[in-house]
T-cell receptor, first 112, second 115 residues
Framework: ELKVEQNPLFLSMQEGKNYTIYCNYS?????LYWYRQDPGKSLESLFV?????AVKQEGRLMASLDTKARLSTLHITAAVHDLSATYFC????????????FGGGTRVLVKP | EAGVAQSPRYKIIEKRQSVAFWCNPI?????LYWYQQILGQGPKLLIQ????????DSQLPKDRFSAERLKGVDSTLKIQPAKLEDSAVYLC?????????????FGPGTRLTVT
C-alpha cells in the first residue's frame, strides 16, 4: 500500500526566511502534485511534477522531484504572510486507476 | 470554464439521520472522485467513477455510504445512517484522460457536521 509522508507537520516561519517541506512516498509513482488549502477552502493546485528531476517554480514557491529517492520538496523563498496555509503533496499511480494518495499536510504559519 | 460544483456547502445533521451530497464535474470530464477530508488530515479517496462505472470503491464504507453517477455526469454521495465520525469535508473532483498530467480539479466541498 502506498504511503505518503510529509514533514514537518507544522512549520512556523518568519517573514523573509527560507524553508523546505518534504514529501516522501513508498512506491514508484507516475505523477506528484502539490496543493495549497486555505482554512475552510478547497484544494488549489500549485504544481504537477511529471518526471525525475522536474523542477517548477511559481513566485516564492519551488517544487522538485527525485523519483529515485522517492522524494519531493517544496521550497519557500523569503516567506511572506500570504503563504500561510496548509500544503499537501499527493502521489498518483496510473496502474491503480489514476488513484491519488495524499500526504497528511504541512500547516504553515508565517509570522511577521 | 466552470469549475466543479458541489451542494450543499454546509450540512448539520443528527447521528442516525441520512444526508446526500451532489456534485457536477467540469464539462467533459469523464472521471469523478469523492474524497473525505477529516479535520487536520489529507483527503482520502472514497470512490472513483469513470463515466458511470465504478473504478475504485475500496475505501467506501459500503454499509452506510453509497454513491451513484447514473448518466455519467452528475453524482450523488449518500450517508445513511450517519455517525459522529462522518463529520468531515466531502470533496468532489474531476479529471479528463486528455490531460497528460492527470490533474484533478476539486470543488469547494461540503462540510458535514454530525451531532
Amino acid at each position: 500500500e502506498l504511503k505518503v509522508e510529509q514533514n514537518p507537520l507544522f512549520l512556523s516561519m518568519q517573514e523573509g526566511k527560507n524553508y523546505t517541506i518534504y514529501c516522501n512516498y513508498s512506491t514508484t509513482s507516475d505523477r506528484l502534485y502539490w496543493y495549497r488549502q486555505d482554512p475552510g477552502k478547497s484544494l488549489e493546485s500549485l504544481f504537477v511534477l511529471l518526471s525525475n528531476g522536474a523542477v517548477k517554480q511559481e513566485g516564492r514557491l519551488m517544487a522538485s522531484l527525485d523519483t529515485k529517492a522517492r522524494l519531493s520538496t517544496l521550497h519557500i523563498t523569503a516567506a511572506v504572510h500570504d503563504l500561510s496555509a496548509t500544503y499537501f503533496c499527493a502521489v498518483l499511480i496510473k496502474a491503480a486507476g489514476n488513484k491519488l494518495t495524499f500526504g497528511g499536510g504541512t500547516r504553515v504559519l508565517v509570522k511577521p | 470554464e466552470a469549475g466543479v460544483a458541489q451542494s450543499p456547502r454546509y450540512k448539520i445533521i443528527e447521528k442516525r439521520q441520512s444526508v446526500a451530497f451532489w456534485c457536477n464535474p467540469i464539462s467533459g470530464h469523464a472521471t469523478l472522485y469523492w474524497y473525505q477530508q477529516i479535520l487536520g488530515q489529507g483527503p482520502k479517496l472514497l470512490i472513483q467513477f469513470q463515466n458511470n462505472g465504478v473504478v475504485d470503491d475500496s475505501q467506501l464504507p459500503k454499509d452506510r455510504f453509497s454513491a451513484e453517477r447514473l448518466k455519467g455526469v452528475d453524482s450523488t454521495l449518500k450517508i445513511q445512517p450517519a455517525k459522529l465520525e462522518d463529520s468531515a469535508v466531502y470533496l468532489c473532483a474531476s479529471s479528463t484522460v486528455r490531460d497528460r498530467a492527470y490533474e484533478q480539479y476539486f470543488g469547494p466541498g461540503t462540510r458535514l457536521t454530525v451531532t
